[in-house]
């Protein structure tokens, strides 16, 4: 294909893509106040975790709602997340999109390699925001108990949805980091000799990363996602050790394997290898030279 071509398939692709999120936006925005095939509406879902919260520290007691400070502030939070849920639910289409525009330029190989790190990449993300999903009532709960009798928490809409959508967000991409790990290693970037010395280093790390990553320095979220990136990492790291496991194998029955690249491939001179001996040089040979025919004789010339 030509840059036009491309160009133009580029065009096809973010049109088509453009379309997708548009359609899902407007789903997600029905279904934030509707319910949807029996399942619970996106309102009720992101209102659970602050209704979690005991009565008797909440403002208002009852009903359990949130607060509008500004004007218009509903409209955004249900346009925030309606794109939002609406970008999740057709996410195979703008995943394959993506996937037609990239494959043609890849090998077979490249094709399965990236087929599986796509469909692992979406696994560990939905797991995380699951996760996410489950500590944040108890996040709030311990956070709210430390006013006490003192005080009554009545949050905003905008710094609580805030609050839940970064949490989401915030676990789903760090559960990347094991297949990162696993990626690098696959190119030899980095090898498993290397990440069990710094073990303990990249332990330390994770645990740092939850503390500072975590918004509203939740101690349940932090203590949640640093055990839960460590036990990751462990699983990383044997597959790791599979990996250059396997890879030393193939290498140790490589017949040059013990040679370093810059390093001449020695010689077979074994008893297969047959010596022939060189050609003997060929004697040069000068032309003969050769009289020329004497002209024929007759009588008279013998007369004379």
Same mark, same amino acid.
């Not at 928490?153 to 949805?161: D, E, W």
């Given at each position: 294909?030509?840059?036009?071509?491309?160009?133009?398939?580029?065009?096809?692709?973010?049109?088509?893509?453009?379309?997708?999120?548009?359609?899902?936006?407007?789903?997600?925005?029905?279904?934030?106040?509707?319910?949807?095939?029996? %399942?619970?509406?996106?309102?009720?879902?992101?209102?659970?975790?602050?209704?979690? !919260?005991?009565?008797?520290?909440?403002?208002?007691?009852?009903?359990?709602?949130? !607060?509008?400070?500004?004007?218009?502030?509903?409209? +955004?939070?249900? %346009?925030?997340?309606?794109?939002?849920?609406?970008?999740? %639910?057709?996410?195979?289409?703008?995943?394959?999109?993506?996937?037609?525009?990239?494959?043609?330029?890849?090998?077979?190989?490249?094709?399965?390699?990236?087929?599986?790190?796509?469909?692992?990449?979406?696994?560990?993300? !939905?797991?995380?925001?699951?996760?996410?999903?489950?500590?944040?009532?108890?996040?709030?709960?311990?956070?709210?108990?430390?006013?006490?009798?003192?005080?009554?928490?009545?949050?905003?809409?905008?710094?609580?949805?805030?609050?839940?959508?970064?949490?989401?967000?915030?676990?789903?991409?760090?559960?990347?980091?094991?297949?990162?790990?696993?990626?690098?290693?696959?190119?030899?970037?980095?090898?498993?000799?290397?990440?069990?010395?710094?073990?303990?280093?990249?332990?330390?790390?994770?645990?740092?990363?939850?503390?500072?990553?975590?918004?509203?320095?939740?101690?349940?979220? +932090?203590?949640?996602?640093?055990?839960?990136?460590?036990?990751?990492?462990?699983?990383? %790291?044997?597959?790791?050790?599979?990996?250059?496991?396997?890879?030393?194998?193939?290498?140790?029955?490589?017949?040059?394997?013990?040679?370093?690249?810059?390093?001449?491939?020695?010689?077979?001179?074994?008893?297969?290898?047959?010596?022939?001996?060189?050609?003997?040089?060929?004697?040069?040979?000068?032309?003969?030279?050769?009289?020329?025919?004497?002209?024929?004789?007759?009588?008279?010339?013998?007369?004379?």
């Amino acid at each position: 294909m030509t840059l036009l071509e491309h160009l133009y398939e580029l065009r096809h692709r973010v049109a088509v893509i453009s379309l997708a999120l548009t359609v899902g936006g407007i789903i997600g925005w029905i279904w934030f106040t509707t319910r949807i095939a029996g %399942l619970p509406t996106l309102e009720s879902l992101l209102r659970d975790p602050y209704c979690s !919260i005991p009565a008797e520290q909440r403002f208002p007691s009852t009903p359990c709602v949130l !607060i509008q400070q500004q004007p218009f502030e509903a409209f +955004m939070i249900q %346009l925030k997340v309606g794109l939002g849920a609406g970008a999740a %639910l057709v996410s195979p289409v703008w995943l394959y999109q993506i996937w037609a525009f990239i494959t043609p330029g890849l090998y077979a190989k490249e094709r399965k390699f990236a087929r599986i790190f796509v469909f692992s990449a979406s696994f560990l993300f !939905i797991v995380g925001t699951a996760l996410a999903y489950l500590v944040i009532p108890a996040g709030l709960s311990v956070l709210v108990s430390f006013a006490g009798s003192f005080y009554l928490t009545a949050l905003t809409g905008a710094s609580y949805v805030s609050f839940v959508l970064t949490m989401l967000i915030v676990f789903g991409v760090s559960f990347e980091m094991p297949l990162v790990v696993v990626m690098l290693n696959r190119i030899g970037v980095l090898t498993y000799a290397k990440l069990s010395k710094w073990r303990r280093g990249i332990i330390f790390a994770l645990f740092v990363f939850a503390a500072v990553a975590t918004p509203g320095t939740d101690p349940v979220g +932090m203590v949640v996602l640093a055990l839960a990136l460590t036990v990751l990492f462990e699983f990383a %790291l044997q597959i790791c050790r599979v990996h250059d496991k396997r890879k030393a194998k193939r290498d140790e029955s490589s017949q040059w394997a013990h040679l370093s690249p810059d390093e001449a491939a020695p010689l077979d001179l074994g008893p297969a290898a047959v010596e022939t001996p060189a050609p003997a040089p060929v004697a040069s040979v000068e032309p003969r030279r050769t009289e020329p025919p004497e002209p024929p004789r007759n009588r008279y010339d013998d007369a004379t």
